[in-house]
């Protein structure tokens, strides 16, 4: 027994090339159980009523005054003028868009590559796609003016017997929002559903019983279920992976089919794609960071899962850099006027060119800062990282719209846009909505996949001494 | 013990030990069993004879079908109820079809998935008779459980008990059915 344990010692990898196990101080399935749900279990601490107050306050007093008062009155509240007709309301769209993309990115595409580690953070990423994408639903459908006529955009049959014009991105987009929507929905309450069989299973009182019975669907974890469940996954899992490449590739194309310099590029699919994944890599680590600390999960989300998302941020963030570099240089190597005038004053108009350094400072020097392992694993570095990153791509977005429309091929057609208050409490009422659907999601909700984690730990594989296998299987 | 028997339940504590004894109790000849876990456990369909799950089908049968209502819906609305003249392309061509179609598939593939899944596991169903035994309650935490039918042509009450004690099973008990 010493004998070939000694030999299977002598074969295994040195220290620094063996994985980082997912899990750290590793206790056993009944401790990771315990660990992983007491948060939803235990009593509510006081910093989720400090967040949650403020953050329910943007989202039910600031959020619906904004938005009633705009729906009510009409877009001219907005800062939204001629020419700038896409302001705020496109680029928190399009930013809200990109802070989902991680999300699926972390639990669809990862799940596909087989990176165990993903299992401790999908969860919480999925819930960020979630409700990300709920706050970049409305900013279009409210942004069309009269919000009663969005049923348009459907092909209803109506009594003017008119059906929606299918050649437009715009439409597009449509269906691209709200597949996107539905599917990660979808995605989310499947994962969830051996995890309320968890929480239904642990439940003390009548009520929790009944709420996580009702919502576990009758789980009992069977190998039928899990067999027909794990097909589902897989299958959802490619659908998603799908969905990010396509959702933000199709608000992409709204901007590279219009003729307006700096927008009319082939690059834009990709572009926001990247930019979208690199946003939400970002705001990954904002949620990350306060939460494995708070919640007590340091020893799940460990530091080594923290240096992968800060290592995905950084290649996103490459990608991106790479994409500024050809985007300059497309417009100088063209030739036209008009881009070259457009990418100038990205950097040196009088106007947003603070907005346009901004970008660049940080999308492209701050984020080199990830190349080093001390940056990676110093926490306060890594969440201020994750909130520029957040401030950068909004930055960016914000030139591409209105630094592109501010002005237009004819000098006597420029014109400038600043947001009112009206813009700025609507984008302040879906970060406050976004913030207080998430608190209740950590509250009440198995943040953390508890069957996944218990999945790829030692003790869950057959063909492991942990996982109870024994000689005569042929394996030690 | 008015009640009926739904089955005998067996506890094991790692999954390499269920897997072992599910082997056992294939061998033995039963049909209507099951292995209870965590999480899914590797090999176990192999062990247990699963064929391939139909939930891949019915994704791709709704995803299917959404792809191709999305192109009749497309030729349907732009080219003949109410002829668009955009840009003066053709009323109708395959590439304009495209990328709605595509989204609409990956909408249906995804409701199929769970359609499918929930279809075939009989969901949603609210009570199920293991859900009544207390011990059965730590499947979901870290035991591993088999549960042998009382509806399994096989099945008896002494002999099936003998079998799982063999295979390892430890706090055999009785399932009773209270519907």
Same mark, same amino acid.
């Given at each position: 027994?010493?004998?070939?344990?000694? $030999?299977?010692?002598?074969?295994?990898?040195?220290?620094?090339?063996?994985?980082?196990?997912?899990?750290?101080?590793?206790?056993?399935?009944?401790?990771?159980?315990?660990?992983?749900?007491?948060?939803?279990?235990?009593?509510?601490?006081?910093?989720?009523?400090?967040?949650?107050?403020?953050?329910?306050?943007?989202?039910?007093?600031?959020?619906?005054?904004?938005?009633?008062?705009?729906?009510?009155?009409?877009?001219?509240?907005?800062?939204?003028?001629?020419? !700038?007709?896409?302001?705020?309301?496109?680029?928190?769209?399009?930013?809200? +868009?990109?802070?989902?993309?991680?999300?699926?990115?972390?639990?669809?595409?990862?799940?596909?590559?087989?990176?165990?580690?993903? #299992?401790?953070?999908?969860?919480?990423?999925?819930?960020?796609?979630?409700?990300? !994408?709920?706050?970049?639903?409305?900013?279009?459908?409210?942004?069309?003016?009269?919000?009663?006529?969005?049923?348009?955009?459907?092909?209803?049959?109506?009594?003017?017997?008119?059906?929606?014009?299918?050649?437009?991105?715009?439409?597009?987009?449509?269906?691209?929002?709200?597949?996107?929507?539905? +599917?990660?929905?979808?995605?989310?309450?499947?994962?969830?559903?051996?995890?309320?069989?968890?929480?239904?299973?642990?439940?003390?009182?009548? !009520?929790?019983?009944?709420?996580?019975?009702?919502?576990?669907?009758?789980? #009992?974890?069977?190998?039928?279920?899990?067999?027909?469940?794990?097909?589902?996954?897989? +299958?959802?899992?490619?659908?998603?992976?799908?969905?990010?490449?396509?959702?933000?590739?199709?608000?992409?194309?709204?901007?590279?089919?219009?003729?307006?310099?700096?927008?009319?590029?082939?690059?834009?699919?990709?572009?926001?794609? @990247?930019?979208? +994944?690199?946003?939400?890599?970002?705001?990954?680590?904002?949620?990350?960071?306060?939460?494995?600390?708070?919640?007590?999960?340091? $020893?799940?989300?460990?530091?080594?899962?923290?240096?992968?998302?800060?290592?995905?941020?950084? !290649?996103?963030?490459?990608?991106?850099?790479?994409?500024?570099?050809?985007?300059?240089?497309?417009?100088?190597?063209?030739?036209?006027?008009?881009?070259?005038?457009?990418?100038?004053?990205?950097?040196?108009?009088?106007?947003?060119?603070?907005?346009?350094?901004?970008? @660049?400072?940080?999308?492209?020097?701050?984020?080199?800062?990830?190349?080093?392992?001390?940056?990676?694993?110093?926490?306060?570095?890594?969440?201020?990282?994750?909130?520029?990153?957040?401030?950068?791509?909004?930055?960016?977005?914000?030139?591409?719209?209105?630094?592109?429309?501010?002005?237009?091929?004819?000098?006597?057609?420029?014109?400038?846009?600043?947001?009112?208050?009206?813009?700025?409490?609507?984008? @302040?009422?879906?970060?406050?909505?976004?913030?207080?659907?998430?608190?209740?999601?950590?509250?009440?909700?198995?943040?953390?996949? @508890?069957?996944?984690?218990?999945?790829?730990?030692?003790?869950?594989?057959?063909?492991?001494?942990?996982?109870?296998?024994?000689?005569?299987?042929?394996?030690? | 013990?008015?009640?009926?028997?739904?089955?005998?339940?067996? =506890?094991?504590?790692?999954?390499?030990?269920?897997?072992?004894?599910?082997?056992?109790?294939?061998?033995?000849?039963?049909?209507?069993?099951?292995?209870?876990?965590?999480?899914?456990?590797?090999?176990?369909?192999?062990?247990?004879?699963?064929?391939?799950?139909?939930?891949?089908?019915?994704?791709?049968?709704?995803?299917?079908?959404?792809? %191709?209502?999305?192109?009749?819906?497309?030729?349907?609305?732009?080219?003949?109820?109410?002829?668009?003249?955009?840009?003066?392309?053709?009323?109708?061509?395959?590439?304009?079809?495209? %990328?709605?179609?595509?989204?609409?598939?990956?909408?249906?593939?995804?409701?199929?998935?769970?359609?499918?899944?929930?279809?075939?596991?009989?969901?949603?169903?609210?009570?199920?008779?293991?859900?009544?035994?207390?011990?059965?309650?730590?499947?979901?935490?870290?035991?591993?459980?088999?549960?042998?039918?009382?509806?399994?042509?096989?099945?008896?009450?002494? =002999?099936?008990?003998?079998?799982?004690?063999?295979?390892?099973?430890?706090?055999?008990?009785?399932? =009773?059915?209270?519907?």
């Amino acid at each position: 027994m010493s004998d070939s344990l000694n $030999q299977l010692k002598a074969l295994a990898a040195p220290a620094e090339l063996r994985r980082a196990p997912v899990v750290e101080n590793n206790q056993g399935l009944g401790w990771l159980t315990d660990k992983l749900s007491a948060f939803a279990e235990g009593k509510t601490p006081l910093w989720w009523w400090i967040l949650f107050i403020p953050a329910a306050f943007a989202a039910t007093v600031i959020f619906p005054t904004c938005l009633f008062y705009q729906v009510f009155t009409g877009v001219g509240v907005w800062g939204n003028n001629h020419p !700038v007709m896409w302001g705020l309301d496109i680029v928190n769209f399009i930013w809200w +868009v990109g802070v989902a993309h991680a999300g699926t990115l972390i639990s669809a595409l990862l799940f596909l590559t087989r990176q165990h580690w993903r #299992t401790t953070i999908g969860r919480m990423a999925e819930a960020m796609t979630v409700f990300s !994408v709920m706050m970049a639903g409305l900013y279009p459908a409210i942004h069309v003016g009269r919000a009663w006529f969005d049923w348009f955009m459907f092909p209803v049959p109506n009594s003017n017997g008119l059906w929606p014009q299918f050649r437009s991105p715009l439409m597009w987009d449509v269906f691209a929002v709200n597949t996107y929507l539905t +599917v990660s929905t979808l995605f989310f309450f499947m994962g969830m559903i051996p995890d309320f069989a968890v929480l239904r299973d642990r439940s003390t009182t009548r !009520v929790r019983k009944g709420i996580f019975t009702f919502l576990a669907m009758g789980w #009992t974890g069977s190998a039928r279920q899990w067999h027909h469940y794990e097909k589902a996954y897989l +299958v959802l899992c490619g659908l998603c992976t799908l969905l990010v490449f396509t959702v933000s590739s199709i608000v992409g194309l709204d901007f590279c089919t219009a003729q307006i310099a700096g927008w009319h590029a082939t690059i834009f699919p990709l572009y926001f794609v @990247i930019g979208a +994944v690199f946003c939400g890599f970002g705001m990954v680590l904002v949620i990350l960071i306060p939460l494995r600390k708070w919640c007590g999960l340091e $020893q799940i989300i460990t530091m080594s899962h923290i240096d992968k998302v800060a290592k995905l941020a950084l !290649v996103s963030g490459l990608i991106i850099d790479y994409i500024y570099l050809m985007e300059f240089f497309i417009a100088w190597y063209s030739g036209d006027q008009y881009e070259r005038w457009v990418f100038g004053h990205r950097l040196f108009g009088h106007t947003y060119m603070v907005l346009g350094w901004m970008l @660049i400072g940080i999308n492209v020097g701050v984020t080199q800062l990830l190349w080093f392992k001390k940056v990676r694993s110093n926490l306060l570095w890594l969440f201020i990282i994750g909130v520029l990153i957040n401030i950068g791509m909004w930055c960016e977005r914000f030139v591409i719209v209105v630094g592109s429309l501010y002005q237009e091929f004819l000098p006597s057609n420029w014109g400038k846009y600043m947001p009112t208050m009206w813009d700025i409490g609507l984008y @302040i009422g879906t970060l406050g909505a976004f913030f207080m659907l998430y608190l209740l999601f950590v509250k009440f909700l198995p943040m953390i996949a @508890i069957s996944e984690v218990k999945g790829v730990m030692p003790e869950a594989d057959p063909h492991h001494r942990l996982g109870g296998a024994q000689k005569e299987d042929g394996h030690e | 013990m008015s009640d009926k028997i739904y089955g005998l339940m067996a =506890e094991f504590n790692t999954p390499g030990d269920v897997l072992r004894a599910a082997k056992k109790v294939r061998a033995a000849g039963y049909h209507r069993w099951d292995v209870f876990s965590p999480f899914p456990i590797h090999g176990i369909d192999k062990v247990m004879g699963l064929k391939n799950s139909l939930v891949g089908w019915v994704s791709l049968a709704m995803g299917g079908g959404a792809f %191709v209502s999305g192109f009749v819906l497309l030729w349907f609305s732009n080219a003949f109820d109410y002829p668009l003249i955009v840009g003066g392309k053709p009323m109708f061509s395959v590439p304009m079809t495209f %990328v709605p179609s595509y989204i609409l598939m990956v909408m249906g593939g995804a409701i199929g998935a769970l359609v499918g899944m929930l279809a075939l596991n009989q969901f949603p169903r609210l009570h199920h008779p293991l859900l009544n035994k207390a011990r059965f309650e730590l499947v979901s935490r870290d035991k591993f459980v088999i549960v042998i039918g009382s509806t399994d042509p096989g099945f008896s009450l002494t =002999e099936t008990r003998k079998l799982l004690e063999s295979a390892g099973g430890q706090n055999v008990d009785i399932v =009773e059915d209270k519907d």
